[in-house]
């Protein structure tokens, strides 16, 4: 099975963001991943709605948007109208997790719930029938281009038990550490999106990384 592609533009040139955008809307990139820090919720700040609006324009991927920010709930719409098609949240920013997932899905978003390396699959019992997405994030939240946590792998057999016995139908989505010698073992694991910021946008060839990524 062929693995989905979200190059994350935290990896990217920030004083040329249009000029690398224009780089994966001619890649074979299934979307491009944009991360939202707040501080907050992760010791980092990343950017807000009028970069998302300018990545947005330049970008002819849809944007998976990866809110790493406490309270996401009051600012859903205005998510929607930057131009997210994938809205992703973090269950532990979430004390009303299904109203948040609600909400997002009433906005005409996919809805997604990210999970820190230290959360178990299992607190998604209740909600995975409900997501679109569940994002399992293989590294600690907060920076691009840190090592991939080997546990992950036992998370992503359990999580591909749990998608089965429900029937759910969400994707899988891997964040962090993401590289040319781990993602076909990631797809093996049942994760149908690799999220990929250093590797891609590291190498010389941001094309050719994707491709390579979904191993062709
Ligand atoms: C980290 C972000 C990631 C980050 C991944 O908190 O959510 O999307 O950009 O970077 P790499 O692929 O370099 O680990
Ligand atoms: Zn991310």
Request: hydrophobic share 45%; charged share 20%.
């Given at each position: 099975?062929?693995a989905k592609v979200a190059p994350?533009?935290?990896?990217?040139?920030?004083?040329?963001?249009?000029?690398?955008?224009?780089?994966?809307?001619?890649?074979?990139?299934?979307?491009?991943?944009?991360?939202?820090?707040?501080?907050?919720?992760?010791?980092?700040?990343?950017?807000?709605?009028?970069?998302?609006?300018?990545?947005?324009?330049?970008?002819?991927?849809?944007?998976?948007?990866?809110?790493?920010?406490?309270?996401?709930?009051?600012?859903?719409?205005?998510?929607?109208?930057?131009?997210?098609?994938?809205?992703?949240?973090?269950?532990?920013?979430?004390?009303?997790?299904?109203?948040?997932?609600?909400?997002?899905?009433?906005?005409?978003?996919?809805?997604?719930?990210?999970?820190?390396?230290?959360?178990?699959?299992?607190?998604?019992?209740?909600?995975?029938?409900?997501?679109?997405?569940?994002?399992?994030?293989?590294?600690?939240?907060?920076?691009?281009?840190?090592?991939?946590?080997?546990?992950?792998?036992?998370?992503?057999?359990?999580?591909?038990?749990?998608?089965?016995?429900?029937?759910?139908?969400?994707?899988?989505?891997?964040?962090?550490?993401?590289?040319?010698?781990?993602?076909?073992?990631?797809?093996?694991?049942?994760?149908?999106?690799?999220?990929?910021?250093?590797?891609?946008?590291?190498?010389?060839?941001?094309?050719?990384?994707?491709?390579?990524?979904?191993?062709?």
């Amino acid at each position: 099975m062929e693995a989905k592609v979200a190059p994350s533009l935290l990896s990217a040139d920030f004083g040329n963001l249009a000029r690398d955008i224009e780089e994966i809307n001619a890649s074979k990139a299934d979307y491009l991943h944009v991360d939202i820090m707040d501080g907050v919720f992760v010791p980092n700040i990343s950017m807000g709605f009028p970069v998302l609006k300018a990545i947005k324009k330049s970008s002819q991927k849809p944007l998976d948007v990866h809110l790493m920010i406490v309270n996401p709930d009051q600012y859903v719409e205005r998510f929607r109208d930057a131009g997210a098609a994938v809205l992703t949240v973090h269950y532990e920013a979430c004390t009303h997790l299904h109203r948040t997932i609600s909400h997002i899905k009433d906005c005409g978003m996919l809805a997604g719930v990210a999970l820190n390396p230290h959360t178990p699959v299992e607190v998604l019992a209740d909600i995975i029938q409900d997501v679109d997405l569940v994002l399992i994030m293989t590294v600690n939240p907060g920076y691009g281009g840190q090592k991939f946590i080997e546990h992950s792998y036992a998370k992503l057999l359990r999580l591909q038990k749990m998608l089965k016995d429900s029937g759910s139908k969400a994707m899988v989505e891997v964040d962090g550490g993401v590289n040319f010698d781990n993602a076909e073992k990631l797809v093996n694991h049942g994760v149908n999106v690799l999220v990929a910021g250093s590797t891609v946008f590291g190498a010389p060839n941001r094309a050719e990384a994707v491709l390579k990524l979904k191993g062709e």
